[in-house]
């Protein structure tokens, strides 16, 4: 089992903010990244199984850059998870739920009112934390930004929960949260493109932004028809603009697809993402997409040297483009891992 110190990923999200220009205190990158997982990362479980399904190696943290119409953002974006050796779902959520108490803190408006919108958020999706059976390892993921216009608070902090572990979570999450309530969706009966998260984030002013994610079943070749079906003209140009920077076409179908549709103080957002399997390499793609609409790959090189500086390996894993009817293709996310082979 590999065991990986969270100084060790502190290394690196400092390491990826000077490379970014991301002028944040470096003592709060580390402590918010300790707190956040728990001072645990783990790639296994008490049981032998992936400690989280954060990553393909289990490590419960991946890494992110973004920006978009020529230009990246510089921010240093992860998600990370704690409570990962609890072997109770109830544990895991009063674990984290612990965790998001005090990341709230880091926030410039994080005060009690917003501790209680995450907490109630995550108790929305797990009324009985103590009924849900242990064998469901997935409670909630912690999200924080870190950029320049707060450097010493973080810039967002995000939570991921599951709308499918307890029946009725999705009309339970729209009838009690207006912010989810007309979000875009498939029907019911669908069967190849499933909600699997929801989120929700804080922002440095105090702004909420509410996030549904739906997971497409994998290798069926039906798949990008149905994306475009469900979905119109921005899943049709995204999958468009992935084969124009490297993707099969006809291979498409054997990525797994995630659609994320958001929404803050305006109109909806779409975003499409695909990721990889095991052995699959994304740097070629990655790296066409970053010319096209980061203008220059710096972003997603930053990336892989800071990993190579903390002495980790680092492997791309999924890549999102984000539409808008008045721009087309105005984002460019790109996510990944550090990996250390030896502790």
Known sequence: MLTMMPEAAGDFLVNLAERLTVHCDPALIRAMM?????GQLDTRGPDGRRASMLTISGIPFDASVTGGRGEFAPAVRYVTETG???????????????AIQDLVAWLPKGDETVADVLHSF??????????????????????????????HHAARLKVY?????VPGTLHRLYSTWP?????????????????????????????????IYLRTRYNDVAVPMKLVRHFGDPAWEVLSEFVRCGVD??????????????????????????AVRQGNDLTGLVRELASRHHGTTHAVDALTQ????????????SVGLGFSADHGIDKLNVYGTPTWSAV
């Open 306 to 317: 800071a990993a190579r500086s903390c002495r980790a390996t680092w492997r791309y894993y």
């Open 122 to 151: 995550v108790t929305t999706l797990y009324p009985d934390p103590a009924k849900v059976h242990a064998r469901h390892h997935f409670a909630t993921w912690t999200g924080v930004v870190h950029n320049a216009e707060t450097p």
């Open 34 to 38: 300790k707190r956040a997982c728990g």
């Open 249 to 274: 076409a006809a291979e498409l179908h054997q990525h797994d697809f995630f659609v994320c549709y958001a929404r803050g103080t305006g109109a909806p957002t779409f975003q499409l993402s695909l």
């Open 84 to 98: 990962t050796q609890e072997t109770e779902f109830s544990s895991r959520v009063a674990t984290q739920l612990a």
């Open 161 to 165: 929960g599951s709308p499918t572990i």
């Open 179 to 211: 912010g989810f309530a007309g979000l875009p969706s498939v029907p019911t009966h669908e069967e190849l493109i499933k909600p699997v998260f929801v989120a929700i984030e804080v922002d440095a002013r105090g702004n909420l932004n509410h996030k």
